[in-house]
């Protein structure tokens, strides 16, 4: 079959759904902007940032003048902790449920200028030993099931704030996405006696096709069901059900992966490449959940350039998702790109 010249569909395994694939698309003439984004100058420090080491929030407390990372519960909590327990259901039909849950920020550094791809590897596993920590909090209390952290990097994200953080929330509930991806790696699971992703990452690597890069522990590939233009996977080699079965050795190859990949985003464009990343793992129920398998999404909009951005908009709202550069493609660009930052003068011409 003939991948690369004639539209085809995709089967993502993670959530048994279907994409579109128009690769001869590409062809079209392109008559629209590729300009690249003018750079911002970011300081080190914004007296005026929420975020900024000694700084006022919203709520009007005050950051600490934190050296490394800092943790605070939300000041405009999309969860509440403290809510009493309520539902309403009426002719099966109008159906809800009071969700009970916490949401923490974590800034990944002091420095306002900086971004996980212009950190260290050792300030980065900082990042992750916090990730690990708030997750093993969450194991504890009877209240949360579900712990999902994030980033939203860019203002095209909705990212009001360019100080380097992501977002922690917990919930009651396991969310929609992870529910489902969840739900076909136990039929999996229960179907061949083995992992859905341990068996996905073993076909990858045998192919080498959609691979960006990989390390001791960790493989970052372009997933065969990519949505997103330049939509990556970051799995680990070793079957980890969450993020807290990490050792020491792994949270130093996933700060090296995080690095890596926040680099050549960067390059593709020469821009602070914008995404939203986020961890899916097991849920904190307290079960084994063995056909888990940890993994990191990043879902990048940008499409030719650094101001093209691909929209969900027509076809794809009303019948079903669809791309026009295939994985493959993706990939093979995202190899070529270099892993010395382009800001750093070293970056060739």
């Given at each position: ?9 995709r ?27 003018p ?54 039909l ?18 306002h ?10 300030d ?29 990097r ?22 929609v ?30 192919k ?11 493989v ?15 799995l ?31 390059n ?6 914008p995404?939203?990343?986020g ?24 499409l ?22 295939t994985a493959?493609?993706?990939a ?12 750093h003068?070293?970056y060739?011409?």
């Open positions: 079959m003939n991948l690369f010249h004639y539209p085809h569909r089967f993502n395994a993670l959530t048994g759904e279907w994409i579109l694939v128009s690769p001869q698309r590409t062809k079209r003439p392109w008559q629209g902007s590729v300009e690249e984004a750079e911002e100058k970011i300081p080190p420090y914004d007296p005026k940032c929420y975020l900024c080491p000694g700084n006022e929030r919203a709520d009007r407390a005050k950051n600490p003048k934190y050296k490394k990372t800092f943790v605070f519960t939300n000041d405009f909590s999309a969860l509440l902790e403290d809510i009493p327990t309520q539902s309403l259901e009426e002719k099966n109008f159906k809800t449920n009071t969700e009970r849950g916490k949401c923490k920020v974590i800034c990944f550094s002091p420095r200028d900086l971004t996980l791809a212009l950190m260290e590897n050792a980065i596993k900082e990042v992750i030993d916090v990730w690990i920590n708030q997750c093993k909090e969450s194991e504890d209390e009877d209240s949360i099931n579900y712990v999902q952290i994030f980033e939203n860019g203002a095209m994200m909705g990212c009001s704030n360019p100080h380097p953080h992501g977002q922690i929330w917990s919930s009651e509930t396991v969310p996405l992870p529910a489902l991806e969840g739900l076909r790696q136990k039929e999996y699971y229960e179907r061949y006696s083995c992992c859905l992703l341990c068996n996905y990452l073993a076909l990858e690597l045998d080498r096709e959609r691979i960006v890069f990989e390390n001791n522990s960790f970052c590939l372009v997933p065969f069901w990519a949505l997103w233009p330049f939509e990556v996977m970051i680990s080699k070793a079957h980890l059900t969450c993020i807290a079965d990490m050792d020491e050795q792994h949270r130093f190859d996933f700060a090296d992966a995080i690095r890596r990949i926040g680099i050549r985003y960067d593709l464009f020469t821009t602070s490449f995404y939203s990343m961890i899916h793992q097991k849920p904190t129920d307290g079960r084994a959940h063995t056909e888990w398998h940890f993994h990191l999404h990043y879902l990048p909009p940008l030719r350039s650094a101001t093209i951005k691909k929209f969900m908009v027509g076809y794809e709202l009303l019948a079903m998702p669809q791309r026009d550069i493959e493609h993706s093979q660009r995202l190899r070529d790109c270099s892993e010395i930052h382009y800001r003068k070293s060739p011409d």
